[in-house]
């Protein structure tokens, strides 16, 4: 019973649970009475029962289903369409914002969005799990939503920014192909803007890069002040990437400081003309490496970058090797083939390629950059932005050849000088960290057919392991859901891409081959290396979680050809910073959700960040006043609901339990306790990783 594809004849079905449970009772009627229940009335009766039940604090992953299955390839599978629907997570969240700091409401296009993003959640299209031509369908849903909410967006940005009704609204647009730096709508343009918005709830300092053609730019912020530029090269894997078709040979680096939550800032771009000079590109003749007061990047002579840490004592060698994958018929447990959700390669043994590029150095006042190309179909950008504690790899993959028979699996490969005994840690959905132990699971004894495959769990934002002696924590930032693992102590890796040939034989039916524009599928992406002092609880864990919610929530760029307007004619007629929220929010407090709801109202999450323990005063409850949260708009009335906003709170019957640990919170307990109203102020706590849901609803806008 159960498993894919086994209820497609509910006559048959029916038919014959119906004699079994008929003779079932006729038999063994004295002892037990079988009869058609519901998963409800099941917990019911098992909860009637008041047994005393033990807990379980790990995830059950690693799955596998025989010794030679474990079910870990499809933490990779399909990369490009698990960052498509990361970014549409990313999108969805800002046409929602707008939706409600405009008064613009629910609408069929945010709906069709939001259904779009849901069927991306299915358990078989963001794990990539699907067949070729299904992922494609599930792409294309996506692209339409996406287009179709731009008008939303566009309406949205042109309404807060137009000062009065002699000003004529912009088309505000987006940047959908920036992963093969190309942004169609401004580039023959001599000047334009560049409009970043904000979906986070804290203010927001980061860099943009924008693909342009020029020689050299001017920008102004929205003060109107010359702010500092650099010009990098599109890296060549990128630019000759299949299917890219544009102009832009550069990108144009800038600072935005301090983008409002829930709001924007503009910037006036004009090319430079030949008076005014070009910018020229830094590309020292000289230089051996890079990484400014913080750190010491360098290349070997097989292609691996070296970093060595300044101020703690940290040396880390990064390299791309690949997993060849497991070929078979899937006849018997042996013969099982690495395909969409198993990763079985073909030995515990790892490959390294075969260094056949060439590296090259940038240097400006904005970023350092190392261009390093691997092979044909492997090649990365290492940056250093000035004033950011991290390192980003800019990794670009495939098309990953198959010509030999062979399909593969690469990785993306950390390995540091730390003593981790065995122990790593993965997040859970975001937020929690789990500890993994190499070659061990929490309740019973391990014997690994696998040791690789056996090893590997999700990574959906970050992989980290440490060294208690040293007091040092190295943890890789990742972009999409990945697999990752740490195999051997001090060392990470992560799966960045797979090309099979090969099904696995557990329902999709067809290898994961992917090819896009007549080529195998290219895939890029981005890992942030970070490394902190354990002694420093607050600042380590602030610095993580924010950048896990810069890669998850990015600023949005949005660009808008401005003709023959000046820069001053455009600060006259258009707004070009606005805020969304009227006081800063505590550090450890995300606003996980903000749209329309039924009616005039408006649905409203808020999410402690951080777990018990995970830092110190970070990790304390903390407290927001929702009345006086929104720039723009007074709250009427607050009513708390359930998680899923289905259910008033004060209506919620919780089942009791009890466990052998009283480690399980009683309901006394519970999320409706933080709540208090005093002189018609609504502040609510946050205990660690909480979330809580309100409907709320706004009295007229304040805004003028």
Excluded at 505 to 524: H, S
């Amino acid at each position: 019973m159960g498993e894919d594809f086994n209820y497609q004849d509910a006559h048959m079905w029916f038919t014959n649970l119906d004699k079994l449970i008929r003779y079932t009772n006729e038999i063994y009627g004295d002892d037990v009475n079988v009869f058609y229940s519901t998963p409800s009335c099941y917990l019911k009766s098992v909860n009637s029962a008041q047994k005393t039940f033990p807990t379980k604090s790990d995830d059950l992953f690693p799955y596998s289903s025989d010794p030679h299955a474990f079910w870990t390839g499809y933490f990779t599978s399909r990369p490009t369409l698990k960052y498509f629907e990361r970014l549409g997570n990313n999108f969805l969240q800002i046409v929602k914002q707008l939706s409600v700091l405009t008064s613009a409401g629910d609408s069929q296009d945010l709906e069709y969005f939001r259904e779009a993003m849901g069927v991306m959640q299915h358990h078989d299209a963001v794990t990539g799990t699907e067949k070729q031509h299904v992922a494609e369908d599930y792409a294309r849903l996506l692209t339409d939503a996406i287009v179709r909410a731009e008008k939303t967006v566009s309406k949205a940005i042109g309404k807060l920014s137009t000062r009065d009704k002699a000003s004529i609204p912009q088309d505000f647009r987006s940047c959908l192909l920036l992963n093969v730096s190309s942004c169609q709508p401004i580039e023959d343009a001599k000047s334009f803007t560049v409009t970043l918005y904000n979906p986070r709830s804290h203010p927001v300092s980061t860099y943009v890069r924008i693909p342009v053609a020029g020689p050299g730019y001017i920008v102004k912020d929205y003060i109107g002040t010359e702010i500092v530029t650099q010009l990098i090269p599109i890296p060549s894997a990128v630019s000759r990437a299949p299917g890219r078709f544009s102009k832009a040979t550069r990108e144009l680096v800038f600072r935005a400081l301090e983008v409002p939550p829930l709001g924007y800032q503009t910037f006036f771009i004009t090319e430079k003309n030949n008076s005014e000079g070009y910018d020229e590109i830094n590309r020292p003749e000289y230089v051996t490496s890079i990484g400014g007061d913080l750190y010491d990047i360098s290349v070997d002579n097989v292609g691996a970058v070296h970093v060595r840490w300044k101020n703690i004592d940290l040396k880390v060698v990064q390299s791309f090797q690949y997993y060849e994958g497991a070929k078979g018929n899937n006849s018997e447990f042996k013969n099982r083939a690495s395909g969409a959700y198993i990763f079985r390669p073909n030995s515990s043994g790892i490959h390294s390629f075969d260094y056949s590029g060439s590296y090259m150095f940038y240097k400006g006042p904005l970023v350092e950059e190392l261009h390093l190309i691997i092979n044909s179909y492997v090649s990365q950008v290492v940056r250093i932005y000035n004033g950011e504690d991290k390192i980003e790899f800019d990794w670009v993959a495939g098309p990953i050849p198959v010509e030999d028979g062979v399909g593969k699996e690469i990785v993306n490969k950390f390995s540091s000088n730390l003593e981790s005994k065995g122990v790593f840690f993965t997040d859970s959905n975001g937020r929690e960290m789990l500890k993994r132990v190499r070659d061990f699971r929490p309740t019973w004894s391990l014997n690994l057919s696998e040791p690789v495959a056996g090893n590997y769990y999700p990574v959906t934002a970050k992989i980290s392991l440490r060294d208690v002696e040293k007091g040092v924590r190295m943890s890789v930032l990742n972009d999409r859901a990945q697999g990752g693992s740490s195999l051997r102590d001090g060392d990470l890796e992560v799966m960045i891409h797979r090309r099979l040939l090969n099904d696995d034989a557990f329902g999709v039916g067809e290898a994961l081959n992917e090819q896009a524009f007549g080529k195998g599928l290219v895939a890029r992406g981005v890992h942030y290396l970070v490394a902190s002092d354990l002694k420093d609880l607050d600042a380590t864990a602030s610095k993580e979680k924010s950048l896990a919610l810069a890669l998850a929530l990015r600023p949005w760029v949005l660009v808008t050809p401005a003709k023959n307007m000046s820069f001053s004619q455009w600060q006259k007629s258009y707004v070009m910073q606005t805020r969304g929220l009227r006081k800063r929010l505590p550090p450890n407090v995300h606003i996980l959700t903000l749209e329309p709801w039924k009616g005039q109202q408006v649905l409203l999450r808020l999410e402690h960040l951080y777990e018990i323990g995970e830092a110190g005063q970070l990790s304390q409850p903390a407290e927001v006043n929702i009345t006086d949260l929104f720039a723009d708009f007074d709250v009427a009335w607050v009513r708390e609901t359930t998680l899923g906003a289905n259910q008033w709170i004060e209506d919620k019957s919780r089942l009791e339990w009890t466990s052998e640990t009283n480690e399980i919170f009683p309901n006394s307990q519970g999320l409706n306790n933080g709540v208090r109203l005093q002189d018609g102020v609504v502040n609510v706590v946050l205990k660690p990783m909480e979330i809580r849901t309100f409907v709320i609803k706004f009295k007229s806008s304040t805004k003028k």
